[in-house]
């Protein structure tokens, strides 16, 4: 069985940073895409940022490229995503999602396995 794991969320002052982490057991990470989405209160689940098996692709939302970042170390079975120059309009839950695939897609409802989510506060 899939487990994923955030951390790294808390409460951050705008214009600040965080690295949310999310590790991975129960399944090979190294061969499986993995991404990363954001869920507002009162608004649809959204993509931020996904990447390939290998790390050799990467996408992002387009409203995001240039503050977020998305990397991997199958050696740890982790993802990171780090968030840079937040703004208030970047809180929501962050969830990490695994795609049985070597691709990403931006798509949520190809991944097939999610964590709980990590909760991430930019105040103003």
């Not at 387009?62 to 809180?91: C, H, W």
Request: aromatic fraction near 12%.
């Amino acid at each position: 069985q899939v487990q994923l794991v955030e951390s790294g969320g808390g409460l951050v002052q705008a214009g600040g940073s965080l690295r949310l982490s999310c590790a991975a057991s129960g399944r090979s990470f190294s061969t499986n895409a993995m991404g990363w989405f954001r869920q507002a209160p009162g608004k649809e689940r959204e993509f931020v940022a996904a990447i390939s098996w290998n790390g050799g692709r990467t996408s992002y939302a387009t409203s995001l490229k240039g503050r977020f970042f998305i990397s991997r170390d199958n050696a740890k079975n982790t993802v990171y995503l780090q968030m840079n120059s937040l703004t208030p309009e970047d809180t929501a839950a962050y969830y990490c999602a695994m795609r049985r695939a070597l691709y990403t897609t931006t798509n949520d409802l190809q991944y097939d396995a999610w964590g709980r989510g990590t909760q991430v506060t930019v105040s103003s």
